[in-house]
């Protein structure tokens, strides 16, 4: 289930709590996050990239014309992957990118968190789920101790996905969600 929790980056109380996916949409959008469902492919456990993007094509053709992206990939991260705590490391810290980070979620979950305007955003996504986060927005993911998830990843130039960190110790400070 997709879940949207803000809270006060200072105090860290809630202020907001929903998993109806109009107000999460409404909610990140007043801080220029995207957030959409999309109808998901009927497509076997662990399908390979290529039937993933073959599936979602006339979705993420729309997209692409829509947001002048370039192109899109699939990314796999289960908890049999060598690397899985590196690259789930990689991500928990506070950061920025110079382009927009666009993810739709075919397969599992994981979290993306918003640091904005005093506020954190912590956006359970889950299968069928859209996120788009705008270059610069402070950020973090998390997929989890055991991570899986397979997801599009759409960009335009990948140079832009580099992880500008911020130095904070916020993300530290504000465990994700549980969805």
């Known amino acids: 289930m997709s879940l949207l929790t803000v809270r006060d980056a ?4 809630e202020t907001l709590r929903t998993d109806d996916p109009k107000a999460m ?5 007043a ?4 957030f959409e469902r ?3 492919a009927d497509l076997p456990e662990g399908a390979e990239a290529d039937a993933v993007l073959a599936a979602y094509r006339p979705q993420l053709d729309d997209f692409l014309r829509e947001s002048r992206a370039g192109t899109a990939d699939v990314i796999r991260l289960t908890a049999d992957h060598p690397q899985k705590d590196a690259i789930r490391a990689k991500f928990l810290s506070e950061h920025i990118h110079t382009e927009d ?6 397969e599992g979950a994981g979290n993306f968190v918003m640091h904005v305007d005093g506020r954190i955003y912590d956006a359970h996504c889950t299968r069928g789920d859209l996120i ?48």
């Not at 200072?10 to 109380?13: L, N, S």
């Not at 949409?25 to 959008?29: R, W």
């Not at 801080?31 to 995207?34: H, K, L, N």
């Open 38 to 40: 999309w109808p998901v």
């Open 132 to 179: 788009s986060v705008p270059a610069n927005t402070k950020h973090w993911f998390d997929a989890g101790e055991i991570p899986h998830v397979t997801a599009l990843r759409v960009f335009t130039d990948t140079t832009g996905w580099t992880p500008h960190y911020t130095g904070s110790d916020i993300a530290a400070r504000m465990p994700v969600t549980a969805g």
């Open 25 to 29: 949409a409404e909610a990140l959008g």
């Open 101 to 106: 980070e666009v993810r739709f979620f075919h």
């Open 31 to 34: 801080i220029g996050v995207r």
């Open 10 to 13: 200072e105090t860290g109380a």
